[in-house]
Nanobody
Framework: QVQLVESGGGLVQAGGSLRLSCAAS????????MGWFRQAPGKEREFVAR????????YYADSVKARFTISRDNAKNTVYLQMNSLKPEDTAFYYC????????????????WGQGTQVTVSS
């Protein structure tokens, strides 16, 4: 059974940084794509970034490009989202997701989800 567990959320001032972690277990993820999505109250779930577990190819939403970095540690089966220069509009519940090869920026492409972690950025 695939399990994704996020951690690292919290409250930070605008301009600050946070690093989210997603610990993955339950299967071999070498062929998978790992993604981060976020959802603010009253808004739809929004793509943030994704990484190919093998090869490390990355892709970002324009809104976070140059501020956020997605990475993975194969030995720890963990995916990270380093968030710098945070803005109040980054406030949302952040979810980690795993999907088959070819998954990209659409939430329906991902078939495994974590429970999420709250990120709040104060102005």
């Amino acid at each position: 059974q695939v399990q994704l567990v996020e951690s690292g959320g919290g409250l930070v001032q605008a301009g600050g940084s946070l690093r989210l972690s997603c610990a993955a277990s339950g299967r071999t993820f070498s062929s998978y794509v790992m993604g981060w999505f976020r959802q603010a109250p009253g808004k739809e779930r929004e793509f943030v970034a994704r990484i190919y577990w093998t090869g490390g190819n990355t892709y970002y939403a324009d809104s976070v490009k140059a501020r956020f970095t997605i990475s993975r540690d194969n030995a720890k089966n963990t995916v990270y989202l380093q968030m710098n220069s945070l803005k109040p509009e980054d406030t949302a519940f952040y979810y980690c997701a795993a999907g088959p090869a070819g998954s990209n920026s659409y939430y329906w492409q991902y078939n495994h989800w974590g429970q999420g972690t709250q990120v709040t950025v104060s102005s």
